[in-house]
């Protein structure tokens, strides 16, 4: 009875607070915490990309953004004379400060990087113009450009090509996803670190908004650790303690500056996820993944045992390990396609 009261007023509540966007910010303001932690970190990270548009060593996602953005306007097929005037000055600025930075401290600057940049930034000088920004920041380009040295092919937008057939037949992929499923008991047996190189070779291929890549594999294959990661969260109860390595997923919120993109370090890193299961299975690696709820004493835990800070956020976790073949898989049928698709939002 008691308990029935107590859900009808619940639901009264929520009835009204569900009205508007305003009354649900107040309603967790004084109801719930959940929120901080997330609201903070997307300050945070904002925070710390807009130091980094200061700082070299951190240019990273600003280059990355920009010459995504070049990228796309090299392959308009009505492609204006002059475009990018509103991010131009800060690319080459950007380029030229990485480049120095990466000529003092190499192991921190990725080379192929920024060869693209450099690649990229080349080609939209040579079609860009005539106009006094992109005439000025011609010469100051090439001058740095000058003294870079080549390696590889150059990193600019190609023609797609309809000639090679897909490498991997339909057939192949729907085989591999029906063998792909989430697998929770291992053999006690070491995961090689190539094999899950080469899986992150994989994943690092997938889309991710601007290409910008905001989010890091965090893999554990130390016993001890990967025991110590495995404990914190609670999806593991009853068969964590077999997992033999471990990965966590984290998510860079200092990718962007507005919270309106805050959402894409859980597209990203999932995209990059699912290619990297299909690419651990292909070399008959399994796997689970582990859900990371946003309860303050895991988040504390992992936070501190890992170093993160507050815009680093954990995005899930993935156990892998060679499967034990005498392990029992859940069938977990999916949803038809009727439920999964509808064409033109009709039923
Ligand atoms: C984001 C995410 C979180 C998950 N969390 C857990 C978890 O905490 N514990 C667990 O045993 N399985 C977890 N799983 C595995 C799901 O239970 C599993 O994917 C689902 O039942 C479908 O089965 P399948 O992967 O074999 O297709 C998770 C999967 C995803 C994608």
Same mark, same amino acid.
């Given at each position: 009875?008691? /308990?029935?009261i107590? $859900?009808?007023?619940r639901?009264?509540?929520?009835? #009204? ?5 305003? #009354? ?11 929120? $901080?932690?997330?609201?903070r970190?997307v ?19 600003i ?11 090299? *392959?308009? !097929? ?5 475009f ?15 480049? /120095? ?6 192991e921190?600057? @990725? /080379? +192929? ?21 992109? =005439?000025?920041?011609? =010469?100051r ?20 090509g =309809?000639?090679?057939?897909? &490498?991997?037949?339909?057939e ?5 996803? !029906? ?7 291992? +053999? ?19 889309? @991710?908004?601007?290409? *910008?890549?905001p989010?890091e ?8 650790l ?26 860079q ?7 309106e993109? !805050?959402h #894409? ?19 008959? +690696? ?7 709820? =946003? ?9 501190? +045992?890992?170093?993160?800070? &507050? ?13 034990? &073949? ?5 069938? @977990?049928?999916?949803? &038809? ?5 509808s ?5």
């Amino acid at each position: 009875m008691h /308990e029935r009261i107590i $859900r009808q007023i619940r639901r009264l509540i929520l009835e #009204l607070v569900a009205k508007s966007g305003f #009354l649900c910010s107040v309603y967790y303001a004084f109801r719930s915490g959940s929120f $901080r932690r997330e609201h903070r970190g997307v300050l945070y990270g904002g925070l710390k990309h807009l130091k980094e548009a200061r700082d070299p060593s951190a240019y990273r996602y600003i280059l990355r953004r920009n010459i995504h953005l070049l990228e796309k306007g090299l *392959l308009m !097929r009505t492609r204006r004379d002059a475009f990018a005037l509103d991010y131009i000055e800060e690319t080459v600025a950007c380029y030229t400060r990485t480049f /120095e930075f990466g000529r003092a401290s190499p192991e921190l600057v @990725s /080379e +192929l990087e920024l060869q693209w940049a450099s690649d990229v930034l080349a080609r939209y000088f040579e079609v860009a113009g005539p106009h006094p920004t992109v =005439d000025r920041l011609r =010469d100051r380009f090439g001058a740095v450009r000058a003294t870079a040295p080549k390696r590889g092919p150059t990193a600019v937008p190609y023609a797609r090509g =309809d000639a090679v057939p897909s &490498p991997v037949e339909y057939e192949n992929l729907l085989e591999l996803a !029906r063998r792909r499923r989430s697998v929770r008991w291992f +053999l006690e047996k070491p995961v090689p670190r190539e094999m899950i190189d080469r899986a992150l070779a994989v994943a690092a291929l997938s889309p @991710s908004a601007c290409n *910008l890549q905001p989010f890091e594999f965090r893999v554990f294959d130390d016993p001890e650790l990967t025991q110590m990661i495995t404990a914190i969260p609670t999806g593991t109860g009853g068969f964590g303690h077999n997992i033999p390595a471990i990965v966590v997923l984290i998510g860079q919120l200092h990718a962007w500056f507005g919270e309106e993109d !805050r959402h #894409l370090i859980y597209i990203d890193a999932s995209l990059a996820t699912m290619a990297f299961l299909f690419a651990l299975e292909t070399q008959g +690696l399994s796997s689970c993944c582990l859900n990371w709820p =946003d309860l303050k004493p895991q988040e504390c835990k992992m936070t501190g +045992l890992l170093g993160l800070d &507050p815009g680093e956020r954990v995005i899930m976790l993935i156990a892998l390990g060679y499967p034990d &073949p005498q392990g029992l898989v859940a069938y @977990s049928q999916k949803k &038809p396609l009727s439920e999964l698709r509808s064409f033109n939002n009709t039923g």
